[in-house]
């Protein structure tokens, strides 16, 4: 059975700083291609970041660019999300997930199959 718990989130003030993690089990996690979505009350999820299978290749949203950070540790079955300069537009419920396939665009969350419960990150003014 596969799990996806994320957890690290919480309430900062705008400027601040959150780590998110996201712990994995039940498949092989270095064959999966993982990323961190987002959705806040009353908007359409949106895709934050991405993370290849090996760790060599991320994208990034324009609006978390220069600003946040994934990262994965295989031996771990871990993903991780920095969070710098938070602003209070950051604030939502982020989602880990994981897709096996190759190809596709990485922002689809149709193209993921498994997802996490979600963490509540709140940036405050």
């Known amino acids: 059975q596969v799990q996806v718990v994320e957890t690290g989130g919480g309430m900062v003030q705008a400027g601040g700083s959150l780590i998110l993690s996201c712990k994995v089990s039940?498949?092989?996690?270095?064959?999966?291609?993982m990323g961190w979505f987002r959705q806040a009350p009353g908007k359409e999820r949106e895709a934050v970041s991405y993370?290849?299978?090996?760790?060599?290749?991320?994208h990034y949203s324009d609006s978390v660019q220069g600003r946040f950070t994934i990262s994965r540790d295989n031996a771990k079955n871990t993903l991780t999300l920095q969070m710098n300069t938070l602003k209070p537009d950051d604030t939502a419920m982020y989602y880990c997930?994981?897709?096996?396939?190759?190809?596709?665009?990485?922002?689809?969350?149709?193209?993921?199959?498994?997802w996490g419960q979600g963490t509540q990150v709140t940036v405050s003014s």
């Open positions: 997930a994981a897709r096996r396939r190759f190809g596709g665009i990485w922002t689809s969350a149709a193209y993921y199959s498994y």
């Open positions: 039940g498949l092989i996690f270095d064959t999966y291609d």
């Open positions: 993370i290849s299978r090996t760790g060599r290749t991320t």
